[in-house]
């Protein structure tokens, strides 16, 4: 399964990401040690083209990030889990013809990210989107 983000971009009726079930099973956990999280994606050399994984409030963004998508992943309950996914205008400008699926795998990922300890690391997966259909 997959779950698909809200969409927040203006304009766009299409969400442009998705966690795997193991991203979701994973953001649960480290939700439960962290409190709430949030992505952003940032671009550039070393762990920049992973995305990156928070504490709310430890990474701030700005007018040059764009929110993409927002999860809720509470199950079943009144608690709400809300995850926002950020990423760099500037990526996003070259990554704006697709759509991403957050997914983990074994390995070492950055160390500023919070499921590093853990001996995996998130990982984007992308296709292409297309303006008559959504996902190609």
Same mark, same amino acid.
């Given at each position: 399964?997959?779950?698909?983000s809200?969409?927040t971009?203006a304009?766009?009726s299409?969400?442009?990401?998705a966690l795997?079930?193991?991203?979701a099973?994973?953001?649960?956990?480290?939700?439960t040690?962290?409190?709430?999280?949030?992505?952003?994606?940032?671009g550039?050399?070393c762990?920049?083209?992973?995305?990156m994984c @928070?504490p709310?409030?430890?990474?701030?963004t700005?007018?040059? &990030? #764009?929110?993409l +998508? *927002?999860f809720d992943?509470?199950?079943d309950g009144p608690d709400?889990?809300p995850?926002?996914?950020w990423?760099s205008?500037e990526? @996003?400008?070259?990554?704006?013809?697709t759509?991403?699926?957050v &997914? #983990?795998v074994? +390995? *070492?990922g950055?160390g500023?990210?919070?499921?590093?300890p853990?001996?995996?690391?998130f990982?984007?997966r992308?296709?292409l989107?297309?303006?008559?259909?959504p996902?190609v």
């Amino acid at each position: 399964m997959v779950y698909e983000s809200r969409v927040t971009i203006a304009g766009e009726s299409v969400s442009r990401v998705a966690l795997s079930d193991e991203a979701a099973a994973l953001l649960r956990r480290l939700w439960t040690i962290h409190g709430p999280l949030m992505f952003h994606q940032s671009g550039g050399c070393c762990d920049g083209s992973s995305p990156m994984c @928070f504490p709310v409030g430890d990474f701030q963004t700005s007018s040059h &990030d #764009v929110l993409l +998508g *927002r999860f809720d992943l509470a199950e079943d309950g009144p608690d709400a889990m809300p995850i926002e996914f950020w990423m760099s205008r500037e990526q @996003f400008d070259y990554w704006s013809h697709t759509h991403l699926t957050v &997914d #983990v795998v074994r +390995g *070492r990922g950055s160390g500023f990210s919070v499921e590093a300890p853990e001996g995996v690391r998130f990982l984007i997966r992308s296709r292409l989107m297309d303006s008559a259909m959504p996902f190609v």
